[in-house]
C-alpha cells in the first residue's frame, strides 16, 4: 500500500521576506506557520557568520532568493514532507520551473549540501 501525503503549502512574508536565509523559507503548510529548508543546498549563514565575508555572501544568497519569489510566475514545492533537526520541512523549491537550489548553487551563492562537510566561507 502506498500512502500519499500532500498538503497545501504557501510562502508567507515575515519581516518583509519571504526567506529567512538562503536556503530557509517561510511557509504555511495547512494552516499553520512552518519554514522549509530547500534541499541539496548550503548556503552562508547571516546569523551566526564566522567573519564579515562569510554574512555578507548570506545577505546576498538571502536577497538574490527573495528576488526569485517576488519576480515568479509560478512556485511550486516538491516535498515528502520529512523534516530536518531544526523541524524544517525539507524541499524543492521551483520557481518558473526552475530548481531554485541549482540556481543559486550556478550563481556561486551557495554549494550542494554535503551532510558533516560545511563550506567555510570564511577562506577564498
Known sequence: MITV????????KQNDRYCYDGDTCYVIIDGKNTKIRLLELDTPEISKPKCDAEKRLGIEARDYLNSLIENA???????DYVEDYFGRVLSFLIIDGEDVSKKIV??????VYKRNNKKDWCSN
Not at 501525503?5 to 508567507?12: D, F, P
Open 73 to 79: 510566475s509560478t512556485i511550486e514545492f516538491k516535498t
Open 106 to 111: 550556478n550563481n556561486n551563492l551557495g554549494v
Open 5 to 12: 501525503v500532500e498538503a497545501e503549502i504557501i510562502l508567507r
